[in-house]
């Protein structure tokens, strides 16, 4: 059973910086990509970047682009992500998420850091 644990949420103020991390555990070896997503309140689950855990390539969406950006430590099987320039936009729970291969979408989430982002 793979497990994701997300860590670095917390309160900041506008135009501030936090570091998540997503830590994989169990059993990896077919990880396919571990991405960031976000729900806002009142809002849709939204997809805010991810990684291809073979290629190294990363994707971060037009939306935090710019200010977010995205980093791992393979040997770790962790996926970080530096967001700066927050704005109360930016307030959500941030759920980590795994696909692996020959799976069809994301197969395991974790259960989210809470980041708040105050004006």
């Known amino acids: 059973q793979v497990q994701l644990v997300e860590s670095g949420g917390g309160s900041v103020q506008t135009g501030g910086s936090l570091r998540l991390s997503c830590a994989a555990s169990g059993p990896t070896y077919r990880l396919a990509a571990m991405s960031w997503f976000r729900r806002a309140p009142g809002k849709e689950r939204e997809f805010v970047g991810g990684v291809r855990w073979a290629s190294g390539k990363i994707t971060v969406d037009d939306s935090v682009k710019g200010r977010f950006t995205m980093s791992r430590d393979n040997a770790k099987n962790t996926l970080f992500l530096q967001m700066n320039s927050l704005t109360p936009e930016d307030t959500g729970l941030y759920l980590c998420?795994?696909?692996?291969?020959?799976?069809?979408?994301?197969?395991?989430w974790g259960q989210g850091t809470q980041v708040t982002v105050s004006s």
């Open positions: 998420a795994v696909s692996f291969l020959g799976g069809t979408g994301y197969d395991y």
